[in-house]
């Protein structure tokens, strides 16, 4: 079974707490049940993780270069810092999407530009807690592990 990690930054342990008119209402633990609910769908296997360090950041990106088909990445404030994460996902063989729940490019002038997003295969911002269903579907679309129960648009998108 082809398999995804979901990694979380600095501060979305706090999500439904934490500024709620930004990032909404839904907890972080809502958000992997639902995660969790369409691996299932698309069998594929998720290991879901949050950490407010950014050195055990690098180490799962790391560790996951060796058994991780895709990695969806929400980076939250690292985002605009990390140079050891935007080194990490440099050597990620497989495909990377960078999350982010608000639309940074709409935000203050130290949340518009992630530094990650030279190293990400794509960026999904803006979408609220349905941008992790989003950024799921298209790590595994871009891992190959779409499986062929689902309509075409959604299997092999429009090109």
């Known amino acids: 079974m082809p398999g995804i990690l979901v990694l979380n930054g600095p501060n979305l342990n706090l999500l439904g707490e934490r ?48 058994d991780r088909d895709a990695l969806v990445i929400n980076p939250a404030g690292l985002s605009f810092t990390s140079v050891p994460i935007l080194d990490a996902l440099k050597i990620f063989p497989a495909p990377v999407i960078e999350l982010h729940l608000s639309n ?43 499986p062929e129960a689902l309509p075409a648009p959604l299997r092999t998108g429009l090109g």
């Open 19 to 66: 500024e709620p008119e930004i990032y909404g209402r839904t907890t972080l633990a809502d958000i992997e049940a639902a995660c969790r609910a369409l691996g299932e769908t698309l069998g594929v296997g998720l290991d879901f993780a949050q950490s407010n360090h950014e050195g055990e950041l690098v180490d799962r990106i790391q560790a996951a270069r060796k």
């Open 104 to 146: 940074i490019h709409a935000r203050d002038e130290h949340h518009r530009h992630s530094i990650l997003s030279h190293a990400a295969s794509a960026v999904i911002c803006g979408l609220g807690a349905y941008g992790y269903l989003v950024a799921v579907q298209a790590a595994a679309r871009l891992a190959g592990a779409t």
